[in-house]
């Protein structure tokens, strides 16, 4: 059974970094194709970062790019988003993903908070 646990989620400054992950348990992270995705409360969920499998490039939504770098361990079959230079918006929870083709797993978030 796959299962996708995220952590390193948490409460920070604007302007401040955090660096949550997401280990994949049941699974090789290399044959998916691995994303993050965020959703903050009334709000559409959204994809911010994924790694294609193919390739190992790394795509990113124009609200995080150039903030935001999404890495693989697949030593450690973990995924990162390192997110920088985080702006004042609504919490979000940030979701672990992987896909190939119509199949789809999710992790069960982690919160991340901007706040002054």
């Known amino acids: 059974q796959v299962q996708l646990i995220e952590s390193g989620g948490g409460l920070v400054h604007p302007g401040g970094s955090l660096n949550p992950f997401c280990v994949a348990s049941?699974?090789?992270?290399?044959?998916?194709?691995m994303g993050w995705f965020r959703q903050a409360p009334g709000k559409q969920r959204e994809l911010v970062a994924r790694?294609?499998?193919?390739?190992?490039?790394?795509n990113y939504s124009d609200s995080v790019r150039g903030r935001f770098t999404m890495t693989r361990d697949v030593t450690k079959n973990t995924v990162y988003l390192q997110m920088n230079n985080l702006e004042i918006e609504a919490p979000a929870i940030y979701y672990c993903t992987s896909n190939f083709f119509s199949t789809d797993h999710w992790g069960q978030g982690t919160q991340v908070t901007v706040s002054s």
């Open positions: 790694i294609v499998r193919k390739t190992d490039d790394a």
């Open positions: 049941g699974t090789l992270i290399y044959i998916w194709d």
